[in-house]
Protein backbone atom coordinates (compact mmCIF):
# COMPACT_ATOMS: atom_id res chain seq x y z
CA UNK A 1 0.00 0.00 0.00
CA UNK A 2 2.79 2.86 0.95
CA UNK A 3 4.89 1.70 -2.19
CA UNK A 4 1.66 2.28 -4.19
CA UNK A 5 0.96 5.39 -2.49
CA UNK A 6 4.66 6.85 -3.08
CA UNK A 7 4.39 5.80 -6.75
CA UNK A 8 1.66 7.64 -7.50
CA UNK A 9 3.13 10.70 -5.85
CA UNK A 10 5.43 10.38 -8.33
CA UNK A 11 3.26 10.00 -11.39
CA UNK A 12 1.27 13.21 -10.28
CA UNK A 13 2.77 15.72 -11.28
CA UNK A 14 0.97 18.75 -10.07
CA UNK A 15 2.42 22.23 -9.77
CA UNK A 16 4.23 23.00 -6.27
CA UNK A 17 1.45 26.00 -5.67
CA UNK A 18 -1.28 24.47 -3.79
CA UNK A 19 -4.41 23.94 -5.78
CA UNK A 20 -7.87 24.19 -4.01
CA UNK A 21 -10.80 22.02 -5.44
CA UNK A 22 -14.46 22.12 -4.12
CA UNK A 23 -16.98 19.05 -4.05
CA UNK A 24 -20.67 18.80 -2.61
CA UNK A 25 -23.08 16.03 -2.78
CA UNK A 26 -23.65 12.16 -1.43
CA UNK A 27 -23.91 11.83 2.00
CA UNK A 28 -23.66 7.78 0.99
CA UNK A 29 -19.38 7.84 0.21
CA UNK A 30 -18.51 10.99 2.65
CA UNK A 31 -17.01 8.77 5.01
CA UNK A 32 -14.76 7.20 2.31
CA UNK A 33 -13.95 10.91 0.87
CA UNK A 34 -13.76 12.54 4.11
CA UNK A 35 -11.61 10.25 6.07
CA UNK A 36 -10.21 8.48 3.59
CA UNK A 37 -9.80 10.03 0.16
CA UNK A 38 -9.15 13.32 0.40
CA UNK A 39 -6.78 13.62 3.19
CA UNK A 40 -4.33 10.83 1.84
CA UNK A 41 -4.71 12.11 -1.76
CA UNK A 42 -4.32 15.60 -0.19
CA UNK A 43 -0.80 15.16 1.19
CA UNK A 44 0.36 13.34 -1.97
CA UNK A 45 -0.29 15.76 -4.21
CA UNK A 46 -0.53 19.13 -2.33
CA UNK A 47 -4.43 19.48 -3.62
CA UNK A 48 -6.48 21.51 -1.04
CA UNK A 49 -10.26 19.60 -1.25
CA UNK A 50 -13.26 20.61 0.60
CA UNK A 51 -16.39 18.20 0.47
CA UNK A 52 -19.44 19.58 1.77
CA UNK A 53 -21.80 16.37 2.78
CA UNK A 54 -25.40 18.07 1.09
CA UNK A 55 -26.89 14.67 -0.63
CA UNK A 56 -26.97 14.21 -4.32
CA UNK A 57 -29.46 16.56 -5.09
CA UNK A 58 -27.62 19.21 -4.25
CA UNK A 59 -24.35 18.34 -5.14
CA UNK A 60 -25.94 17.80 -8.63
CA UNK A 61 -27.39 21.74 -8.33
CA UNK A 62 -23.91 22.93 -7.06
CA UNK A 63 -22.39 21.69 -10.13
CA UNK A 64 -25.14 22.90 -12.43
CA UNK A 65 -24.14 25.95 -11.41
CA UNK A 66 -20.73 25.36 -11.41
CA UNK A 67 -20.02 26.30 -7.74
CA UNK A 68 -18.27 23.17 -7.81
CA UNK A 69 -15.57 21.35 -9.31
CA UNK A 70 -17.35 18.45 -9.18
CA UNK A 71 -20.35 16.78 -7.27
CA UNK A 72 -20.99 13.45 -5.28
CA UNK A 73 -23.87 11.69 -6.54
CA UNK A 74 -25.56 7.82 -5.91
CA UNK A 75 -28.04 8.70 -8.44
CA UNK A 76 -27.14 8.93 -11.95
CA UNK A 77 -28.56 12.05 -14.28
CA UNK A 78 -31.46 11.09 -16.32
CA UNK A 79 -30.90 12.20 -19.78
CA UNK A 80 -33.41 15.48 -19.20
CA UNK A 81 -30.29 16.50 -16.92
CA UNK A 82 -27.71 15.29 -19.03
CA UNK A 83 -29.16 17.66 -21.90
CA UNK A 84 -30.36 20.27 -19.36
CA UNK A 85 -26.62 20.44 -18.32
CA UNK A 86 -25.02 20.36 -22.14
CA UNK A 87 -27.23 23.10 -23.29
CA UNK A 88 -26.52 25.15 -20.13
CA UNK A 89 -22.88 24.72 -20.44
CA UNK A 90 -21.99 23.74 -23.38
CA UNK A 91 -20.44 20.80 -21.57
CA UNK A 92 -21.53 17.28 -21.39
CA UNK A 93 -21.04 15.76 -17.81
CA UNK A 94 -18.85 12.48 -16.53
CA UNK A 95 -19.78 10.22 -13.91
CA UNK A 96 -16.60 8.52 -12.76
CA UNK A 97 -17.68 5.71 -10.24
CA UNK A 98 -15.80 5.64 -7.17
CA UNK A 99 -17.28 2.53 -5.19
CA UNK A 100 -20.46 0.35 -4.06
CA UNK A 101 -21.65 0.03 -0.83
CA UNK A 102 -24.99 -1.86 0.77
CA UNK A 103 -28.26 0.48 2.11
CA UNK A 104 -29.36 -0.91 5.51
CA UNK A 105 -32.06 -1.21 7.00
CA UNK A 106 -32.04 0.11 10.78
CA UNK A 107 -34.52 0.26 13.16
CA UNK A 108 -35.40 0.77 16.68
CA UNK A 109 -36.98 -2.37 18.56
CA UNK A 110 -35.65 -2.86 22.07
CA UNK A 111 -35.44 -6.66 22.84
CA UNK A 112 -35.59 -7.63 18.82
CA UNK A 113 -32.05 -8.27 18.28
CA UNK A 114 -32.91 -9.95 14.70
CA UNK A 115 -35.20 -9.20 12.23
CA UNK A 116 -35.99 -10.12 9.19
CA UNK A 117 -37.70 -7.95 6.07
CA UNK A 118 -38.66 -8.19 2.63
CA UNK A 119 -39.25 -5.39 -0.48
CA UNK A 120 -42.98 -6.08 -0.17
CA UNK A 121 -42.89 -5.26 3.37
CA UNK A 122 -40.38 -2.42 3.51
CA UNK A 123 -43.30 -1.03 0.61
CA UNK A 124 -46.17 -1.52 2.94
CA UNK A 125 -44.57 -0.26 5.83
CA UNK A 126 -43.24 3.07 4.38
CA UNK A 127 -47.31 3.06 2.02
CA UNK A 128 -48.65 2.74 5.83
CA UNK A 129 -49.79 -0.43 5.25
CA UNK A 130 -48.34 -2.20 7.67
CA UNK A 131 -48.58 0.18 10.44
CA UNK A 132 -47.59 -1.92 13.82
CA UNK A 133 -44.97 -4.26 14.34
CA UNK A 134 -46.51 -6.93 15.44
CA UNK A 135 -48.53 -6.91 11.34
CA UNK A 136 -49.19 -10.53 10.87
CA UNK A 137 -47.06 -10.37 7.21
CA UNK A 138 -43.88 -8.81 9.38
CA UNK A 139 -44.40 -11.88 11.79
CA UNK A 140 -44.59 -14.46 9.38
CA UNK A 141 -40.83 -13.58 8.17
CA UNK A 142 -40.04 -13.69 11.71
CA UNK A 143 -40.94 -17.21 13.35
CA UNK A 144 -40.21 -16.98 16.88
CA UNK A 145 -39.76 -13.30 17.55
CA UNK A 146 -41.38 -11.19 20.08
CA UNK A 147 -42.37 -8.27 17.89
CA UNK A 148 -44.38 -5.81 19.68
CA UNK A 149 -47.51 -4.14 18.89
CA UNK A 150 -45.49 -0.53 18.99
CA UNK A 151 -46.68 1.93 16.01
CA UNK A 152 -44.11 1.72 13.10
CA UNK A 153 -42.44 5.45 12.44
CA UNK A 154 -41.28 5.03 8.85
CA UNK A 155 -38.02 7.37 8.89
CA UNK A 156 -36.84 8.53 5.38
CA UNK A 157 -34.84 11.75 3.49
CA UNK A 158 -35.97 15.20 3.62
CA UNK A 159 -33.24 16.35 1.15
CA UNK A 160 -32.34 15.17 -2.37
CA UNK A 161 -30.71 11.92 -1.99
CA UNK A 162 -28.68 8.96 -3.88
CA UNK A 163 -29.42 6.90 -0.77
CA UNK A 164 -33.41 7.47 -1.46
CA UNK A 165 -32.53 6.68 -4.93
CA UNK A 166 -30.87 2.88 -4.03
CA UNK A 167 -33.80 2.35 -1.70
CA UNK A 168 -36.73 3.29 -4.05
CA UNK A 169 -35.38 1.24 -6.52
CA UNK A 170 -35.18 -2.15 -4.70
CA UNK A 171 -38.42 -1.67 -3.87
CA UNK A 172 -39.59 -0.20 -7.32
CA UNK A 173 -37.88 -3.14 -8.89
CA UNK A 174 -40.28 -5.83 -6.83
CA UNK A 175 -43.17 -3.60 -5.58
CA UNK A 176 -45.64 -2.74 -8.49
CA UNK A 177 -47.52 -0.76 -6.01
CA UNK A 178 -44.61 1.37 -4.94
CA UNK A 179 -43.24 1.88 -8.60
CA UNK A 180 -46.81 2.81 -9.58
CA UNK A 181 -47.85 5.14 -6.64
CA UNK A 182 -44.30 6.43 -5.69
CA UNK A 183 -41.67 5.05 -7.80
CA UNK A 184 -37.55 5.37 -8.39
CA UNK A 185 -36.20 8.87 -7.46
CA UNK A 186 -33.83 11.02 -5.12
CA UNK A 187 -36.79 12.86 -4.23
CA UNK A 188 -39.69 11.65 -4.44
CA UNK A 189 -43.63 12.24 -2.97
CA UNK A 190 -43.67 10.00 0.35
CA UNK A 191 -47.03 8.84 1.78
CA UNK A 192 -48.42 10.75 4.61
CA UNK A 193 -47.71 7.94 6.84
CA UNK A 194 -43.75 7.88 6.11
CA UNK A 195 -44.03 11.38 8.41
CA UNK A 196 -40.29 11.20 10.04
CA UNK A 197 -37.46 12.94 7.73
CA UNK A 198 -34.18 14.48 8.47
CA UNK A 199 -31.46 15.75 6.43
CA UNK A 200 -27.95 13.29 5.43
CA UNK A 201 -27.64 9.91 6.12
CA UNK A 202 -26.36 10.64 9.76
CA UNK A 203 -29.77 12.61 9.69
CA UNK A 204 -31.57 9.54 9.34
CA UNK A 205 -29.34 7.39 11.52
CA UNK A 206 -29.87 9.81 14.30
CA UNK A 207 -33.70 10.05 14.21
CA UNK A 208 -33.84 6.42 14.37
CA UNK A 209 -31.74 6.47 16.99
CA UNK A 210 -33.92 8.65 19.23
CA UNK A 211 -37.41 7.16 18.11
CA UNK A 212 -38.33 3.78 19.47
CA UNK A 213 -40.36 1.90 16.64
CA UNK A 214 -38.68 3.43 13.75
CA UNK A 215 -37.28 2.00 11.01
CA UNK A 216 -34.96 3.51 8.53
CA UNK A 217 -32.22 3.15 5.53
CA UNK A 218 -28.98 4.45 5.90
CA UNK A 219 -25.42 3.33 3.88
CA UNK A 220 -24.18 0.90 6.10
CA UNK A 221 -21.17 2.87 7.60
CA UNK A 222 -23.15 5.18 9.25
CA UNK A 223 -25.49 2.21 11.14
CA UNK A 224 -22.42 0.59 12.20
CA UNK A 225 -21.09 4.19 13.37
CA UNK A 226 -24.23 4.35 15.10
CA UNK A 227 -24.77 0.97 16.57
CA UNK A 228 -28.04 0.33 15.03
CA UNK A 229 -29.89 -2.91 14.78
CA UNK A 230 -29.35 -3.93 11.18
CA UNK A 231 -31.80 -6.12 9.56
CA UNK A 232 -31.54 -9.32 7.17
CA UNK A 233 -33.53 -8.40 4.22
CA UNK A 234 -34.86 -10.84 1.40
CA UNK A 235 -33.01 -11.45 -1.85
CA UNK A 236 -34.10 -12.56 -5.00
CA UNK A 237 -32.67 -16.41 -4.45
CA UNK A 238 -35.48 -16.21 -1.02
CA UNK A 239 -32.56 -15.81 1.21
CA UNK A 240 -32.07 -13.09 3.73
CA UNK A 241 -29.12 -11.80 4.00
CA UNK A 242 -27.42 -9.03 6.49
CA UNK A 243 -25.45 -6.24 4.80
CA UNK A 244 -22.07 -6.37 4.93
CA UNK A 245 -19.09 -5.94 2.65
CA UNK A 246 -19.09 -9.69 2.31
CA UNK A 247 -22.80 -9.72 0.72
CA UNK A 248 -22.13 -6.25 -1.02
CA UNK A 249 -19.05 -7.47 -3.31
CA UNK A 250 -21.58 -11.08 -4.31
CA UNK A 251 -23.97 -8.86 -5.50
CA UNK A 252 -21.71 -6.16 -7.12
CA UNK A 253 -19.56 -9.38 -8.95
CA UNK A 254 -20.48 -9.24 -12.88
CA UNK A 255 -22.32 -6.14 -12.59
CA UNK A 256 -21.63 -4.57 -16.57
CA UNK A 257 -21.72 -0.54 -16.98
CA UNK A 258 -22.71 0.80 -20.13
CA UNK A 259 -20.17 2.94 -21.79
CA UNK A 260 -20.90 6.16 -20.23
CA UNK A 261 -21.06 4.42 -16.71
CA UNK A 262 -24.69 5.25 -15.47
CA UNK A 263 -26.11 2.08 -13.98
CA UNK A 264 -29.76 3.83 -13.84
CA UNK A 265 -31.37 0.83 -11.99
CA UNK A 266 -28.35 0.11 -9.40
CA UNK A 267 -27.28 -2.84 -7.82
CA UNK A 268 -30.96 -4.25 -6.43
CA UNK A 269 -32.56 -8.05 -6.01
CA UNK A 270 -29.52 -9.97 -6.43
CA UNK A 271 -29.76 -13.06 -7.73
CA UNK A 272 -26.25 -14.34 -5.80
CA UNK A 273 -27.39 -16.48 -3.26
CA UNK A 274 -25.26 -14.40 -0.45
CA UNK A 275 -25.55 -11.66 -2.19
CA UNK A 276 -27.60 -8.50 -0.13
CA UNK A 277 -30.31 -7.03 -2.28
CA UNK A 278 -29.54 -3.19 -1.82
CA UNK A 279 -26.69 -2.10 -2.86
CA UNK A 280 -25.87 0.91 -4.76
CA UNK A 281 -22.75 2.79 -7.22
CA UNK A 282 -22.01 6.11 -5.98
CA UNK A 283 -19.86 8.67 -8.83
CA UNK A 284 -18.07 11.62 -8.95
CA UNK A 285 -19.88 13.90 -11.27
CA UNK A 286 -17.39 16.26 -13.72
CA UNK A 287 -17.54 18.34 -16.75
CA UNK A 288 -15.71 16.98 -19.60
CA UNK A 289 -15.05 20.62 -20.79
CA UNK A 290 -13.21 21.58 -17.36
CA UNK A 291 -13.06 25.09 -18.23
CA UNK A 292 -17.08 25.34 -17.42
CA UNK A 293 -15.54 24.93 -13.47
CA UNK A 294 -12.03 25.01 -13.31
CA UNK A 295 -10.42 28.73 -12.80
CA UNK A 296 -6.83 27.88 -14.28
CA UNK A 297 -5.20 24.65 -15.89
CA UNK A 298 -3.99 23.98 -13.01
CA UNK A 299 -6.94 23.47 -11.20
CA UNK A 300 -8.41 21.25 -13.89
CA UNK A 301 -5.39 18.87 -13.84
CA UNK A 302 -5.65 18.31 -9.99
CA UNK A 303 -9.25 17.40 -11.10
CA UNK A 304 -7.95 14.49 -13.64
CA UNK A 305 -5.54 13.29 -10.93
CA UNK A 306 -7.85 13.31 -8.37
CA UNK A 307 -10.19 11.30 -10.71
CA UNK A 308 -7.64 8.84 -11.99
CA UNK A 309 -6.16 8.33 -8.63
CA UNK A 310 -9.43 7.72 -6.70
CA UNK A 311 -10.15 4.87 -9.87
CA UNK A 312 -6.94 3.25 -8.86
CA UNK A 313 -4.45 3.73 -5.77
CA UNK A 314 -7.44 5.19 -3.86
CA UNK A 315 -9.49 1.41 -3.89
CA UNK A 316 -7.22 0.24 -1.95
CA UNK A 317 -8.63 2.38 0.76
CA UNK A 318 -12.67 1.04 0.12
CA UNK A 319 -12.83 -1.55 2.23
CA UNK A 320 -11.72 -0.49 5.63
CA UNK A 321 -14.91 1.36 5.37
CA UNK A 322 -17.32 -1.58 4.17
CA UNK A 323 -17.29 0.12 0.57
CA UNK A 324 -16.89 -2.11 -2.40
CA UNK A 325 -13.90 -1.80 -4.73
CA UNK A 326 -14.44 -1.43 -8.72
CA UNK A 327 -13.86 -4.29 -10.76
CA UNK A 328 -11.26 -4.23 -12.94
CA UNK A 329 -12.95 -3.83 -16.04
CA UNK A 330 -15.43 -0.91 -14.52
CA UNK A 331 -11.47 1.07 -13.86
CA UNK A 332 -10.71 0.39 -17.38
CA UNK A 333 -14.23 1.66 -18.24
CA UNK A 334 -13.48 4.74 -16.55
CA UNK A 335 -9.91 5.80 -17.38
CA UNK A 336 -11.53 5.89 -20.90
CA UNK A 337 -13.67 8.67 -19.98
CA UNK A 338 -10.98 10.78 -17.48
CA UNK A 339 -9.02 10.66 -20.91
CA UNK A 340 -11.30 12.43 -22.99
CA UNK A 341 -11.36 15.49 -20.10
CA UNK A 342 -9.94 18.84 -21.77
CA UNK A 343 -9.32 21.98 -20.63
CA UNK A 344 -10.11 25.48 -23.15
CA UNK A 345 -9.76 22.42 -26.30
CA UNK A 346 -6.45 20.94 -24.72
CA UNK A 347 -6.26 17.04 -23.26
CA UNK A 348 -5.03 16.82 -19.76
Do not use: C
Amino acid sequence: MKRALVAAAALLGLASAQVTLTGAGATFPAPLYTEKYIPTFSKLANVKINYQAVGSGGGQRQLLDKVVQFAGSDAPLTDAQMKEYQDKTGSAVLHIPAALGPVAITYNLPGVNELRLDADTLAAIYLGKIVRWNDPRIAALNPGVNLPRQVISAVHRSDGSGTTYIFTAYLSAISAEWKSKVGQGTAVNWPAFSSLANRGNAGVAGLVQKSPGAVGYVELAYALENNLPIASVKNAAGNFVKPSLASAKEAAEGVDLPNDLRLVNQVVNTKDPAGYPIVGMTWLLVFQKQEVTAKSREQAKAVVDFLNWVITDGQELNESLKYVRLSPKVVNQAKALIATITYNGQKL
